[in-house]
């Protein structure tokens, strides 16, 4: 397995914009497919965000145009810029990292960072 940590959560005003951070280590960085997801309270942990070793992406429609996955290989770590938050992004979000062809769940998750919108 691998090792990932998170920083980079907090609380901000509807509008705002935050820069979630996700380090891993423990294994060849560059050919996992590295991906966002959150858990708001009382529900499931769903895909936010993900983005493939080759740069392909995949967003859930709730973000897209609002946020951004990308990754920087050399520094084994993966973003998600995130503009124009609402109170619904309000959740745990968690790193996730995963070998291509393997489900998420299977894959190996960070302690993940509370973002809290509100005013």
């Known amino acids: 397995q691998v090792q990932l940590v998170e920083s980079g959560g907090g609380s901000v005003q509807p509008g705002g914009s935050l820069r979630l951070s996700c380090v891993m280590s423990?294994?060849?960085?560059?050919?996992?497919?590295m991906g966002w997801y959150h858990q708001p309270p009382g529900k499931q942990r769903e895909l936010v965000a993900e983005?493939?070793?080759?740069?392909?992406?995949k967003y859930a429609d709730s973000v897209k145009g609002r946020f951004t996955i990308s990754r920087d290989n050399a520094k084994n770590m993966v973003y998600l810029q995130m503009n124009s938050l609402k109170p619904e992004d309000t959740a745990v979000y968690y790193c996730?990292?995963?070998?291509?062809?393997?489900?998420?769940?299977?894959?190996?998750w960070g302690q993940g960072t509370q973002v809290t919108v509100s005013s």
């Open positions: 996730n990292a995963r070998l291509l062809g393997t489900p998420f769940s299977s894959g190996d």
């Open positions: 423990g294994n060849i960085f560059s050919i996992y497919v």
């Open positions: 983005i493939t070793s080759g740069g392909s992406t």
